[in-house]
């Protein structure tokens, strides 16, 4: 049983987490104040999204994509918010390992695999790049992303640690999932008319089927030289599922869908694309100056997510509320706009259906299958109802 003195320290230390998220949504509000003021009265202080198309395929272009790419799951597309993603996740991870109470929710789900899930993540991301980045051109936008937060990841975190699942996972992700993604995106979604997302979702989801199948009958691809471990917090007092704890989880969903779920790490990529909006509003989220709307809307879809199914975080002690804030809601915000009708309808949907969805299909995935699947299975199925839903009523 923790002592009062740990459960003290505890409490300051989650107090002192949801105040930082405080003063970050208060930055936020400031940060669009002064964009709205600097788009009017002031040049451009980095260079926007269509700056880096309009050099394609510079070096500098280049560079700037594949960074980008780490941060694209949240349609942030900007090299301050990839930046920030990855130092927030370092100091989570040092924060595991040497401050326990100041880890916020411990990041990859206290498997102490971060160095290992991220380094797989990175190769995954720059073979899908060096392999498939010749579809890209200054007109095309094409998934080259998918690998960072797919396939690499979720085998460091089934397989354990080590080069050989790094490595592999790496390999599969670039030669089976971005080139799924690329294929439904080119010639489903967008001859059909649909979300992007949609293509995305879908390639992860079947290049990683056929990984995981591929896993199991040729189980040498994974039997990792280092013993898996996960590592378990100790004396770690039971969550009250108060307001403090509320947004907390709010803040970590922002970084789920990298699998590191955890306060630093999402403070680190808002940090770096709020920056960037701050310094060129056209920059981050494809140059479209929606990304106030967009954040807000992540954000609400989140809280909703996280009140309604609250008995669920406490029967389970985990549930996919950041699905819809990486599918639904973006999708419907960059489609139609940032009107409040569009973000309130696009968070509420996706919070009442995307997650309940999602826990139902990874339950009945196979064991030898990553349960993000599910997850990602989830974003496509909640963005073909959802989607077309708020385009009906908005148009």
């Known amino acids: ?18 105040l930082l998220i405080a003063l970050t949504l208060a930055t936020a509000v400031l940060i669009a104040g002064l964009s709205r003021l600097h788009a009017v009265s002031a ?41 920030g993603l990855l130092l927030g996740g370092a100091l989570g991870y040092w924060a595991s390992r040497y401050a326990k109470t100041w880890q916020g929710f411990s990041i990859c789900y206290g498997s102490g695999l971060w160095p290992w899930l991220v380094t797989s ?36 975190l089934m397989f354990g640690a080590g080069w050989k699942v790094a490595l592999n996972g790496a390999i599969l992700g670039a030669l089976l999932v971005t080139p799924s993604c690329l294929l439904i995106v080119n010639f489903v979604c967008l001859p059909l ?22 896993c199991r009958c040729v189980p040498v691809l994974v039997s990792s030289e280092i013993e898996k471990t996960v590592e378990k917090p100790e004396d770690v007092p039971t969550p009250n599922y108060g307001v403090t704890w ?21 403070l680190g990529m808002l940090g770096g694309v709020l920056l960037a909006y701050a310094l060129n509003p056209l920059s981050p989220a494809y140059g479209s100056g929606l990304l106030p709307h967009l954040v ?6 989140s809280l909703l997510g996280v009140i309604i199914w609250r008995g669920q975080w406490r029967k389970r002690g985990w549930y996919p509320t950041y699905v ?8 419907a915000v960059l489609t139609y706009g940032g009107s409040a009708a569009v973000m309130v309808t696009s968070a509420l949907l996706g919070a009442l259906i995307a997650p309940p969805l999602a ?25 073909l109802l959802i989607v077309p839903v708020i385009g009906y009523f908005n148009a």
């Not at 008319?193 to 591929?214: D, E, H, I, K, R």
Request: hydrophobic share 50%.
């Open 246 to 266: 509320t947004l907390r989880r709010v803040l970590a969903d922002f970084s789920e869908a990298p699998f590191l779920g955890n306060e630093w790490a999402s």
């Open 359 to 383: 826990c139902a299909i990874s339950q009945r995935l196979p064991s030898y299958m990553h349960a993000y699947i599910g997850n990602v299975l989830s974003m496509a199925i909640s963005t």
């Open 121 to 156: 993540s990175l190769l995954g991301l720059v073979l899908s790049n060096v392999l498939w980045g010749w579809t890209l051109t200054a007109e095309t936008w094409q998934p080259t992303f998918a690998a960072f937060v797919s396939l690499p990841a979720a085998m460091v």
């Open 193 to 214: 008319g649909l979300p992007v997302v949609v293509g995305n979702v879908l390639g992860m989801a079947l290049g990683s089927v056929v990984a995981f199948g591929l």
């Open 43 to 83: 040049p451009d202080y980095w260079p926007g999204y269509g700056d880096m198309m309009g050099n394609w395929p510079s070096p500098l272009a280049w560079l700037r994509w594949i960074i980008g790419d780490i941060s694209e799951v949240t349609f942030y597309k900007h090299e301050f918010a990839s930046l």
């Open 324 to 331: 819809p804030l990486v599918s639904v809601v973006p999708a």
């Open 1 to 18: 049983m923790p002592s009062l003195s740990k459960k003290a320290s505890s409490t300051t230390a989650g107090r002192y987490l949801a």
């Open 296 to 301: 807000a809307a992540q954000s609400l879809t």
